[in-house]
T-cell receptor, first 108, second 115 residues
Framework: GIQVEQSPPDLILQEGANSTLRCNFS?????LQWFHQNPWGQLINLFY???GTKQNGRLSATTVATERYSLLYISSSQTTDSGVYFC??????????FGSGTKLNVKP | EAQVTQNPRYLITVTGKKLTVTCSQN?????MSWYRQDPGLGLRQIYY???????DKGDVPEGYKVSRKEKRNFPLILESPSPNQTSLYFC??????????????FGPGTRLTVT
């Protein structure tokens, strides 16, 4: 299957700081999503981004499919950004593979 | 409201007692899938379905069964649960294809404990 590696595994930020989360994958994909799992366990869609760049408020993401990586940028972090961020990849709606996540803790 | 629903949300059961976790979506999505989440392992796919009567194994199918008799429902069946199936389970659905908006939407999760 496709190997998905996320870095860093843990990240502690002061409120207002910026951060970059990385997702590397081992094979060609045409489906890539970023999710935020909040402290209550809910998985929230952030971006569907198999290629290119998207922005949504303080968050943006870039996927370079030919180089097999995706980046999630969080600017001006807030305590509500805390939780675990997952990258998930797939190809032609067969199996999907998740990374093990980046756990973010934003301190006030 | 467009959503994926799962029931029950919490379940404590005993080893060997058959159980079913239901999943339903109201978005007319072709693709549905089940995942389990264990600490430090992220989410791992159990089974997926490309459409009615079409199902296939994910990475961790052992001990689970699924069926897809209707487009909107995709139940997960544990015929003889064991303690190693204690986990947080998620159902997801999406349109199927390539293009702009084929993202998966996740249900709220079912926390299962097998004693």
């Amino acid at each position: 299957g496709i190997q998905v590696e996320q870095s860093p595994p843990d990240l502690i930020l002061q409120e207002g700081a910026n951060s970059t989360l990385r997702c590397n994958f081992s094979d060609s994909v045409n489906n890539l999503q970023w999710f935020h799992q909040n402290p209550w366990g809910q998985l929230i869609n952030l971006f569907y981004i198999p290629s290119g760049t998207k922005q949504n408020g303080r968050l943006s993401a870039t996927t370079v499919a030919t180089e097999r990586y995706s980046l999630l940028y969080i600017s001006s972090s807030q305590t509500t950004d805390s939780g675990v961020y997952f990258c998930a990849v797939g190809y032609n709606f067969n199996k999907f593979y998740f990374g093990s996540g980046t756990k973010l803790n934003v301190k006030p | 409201e467009a959503q994926v629903t799962q029931n029950p949300r919490y379940l404590i059961t005993v080893t060997g007692k058959k159980l079913t976790v239901t999943c339903s979506q109201n978005m007319n999505h072709e693709y549905m899938s089940w995942y389990r989440q264990d600490p430090g392992l992220g989410l791992r796919q159990i089974y997926y379905s490309m459409n009615v009567e079409v199902t296939d194994k994910g990475d961790v199918p052992e001990g689970y069964k699924v069926s897809r008799k209707e487009k909107r429902n995709f139940p997960l069946i544990l015929e003889s649960p064991s303690p190693n199936q204690t986990s947080l389970y998620f159902c997801a659905s999406s349109l199927k294809g390539t293009g702009l908006t084929y993202e998966q939407y996740f249900g709220p999760g079912t926390r299962l404990t097998v004693t």
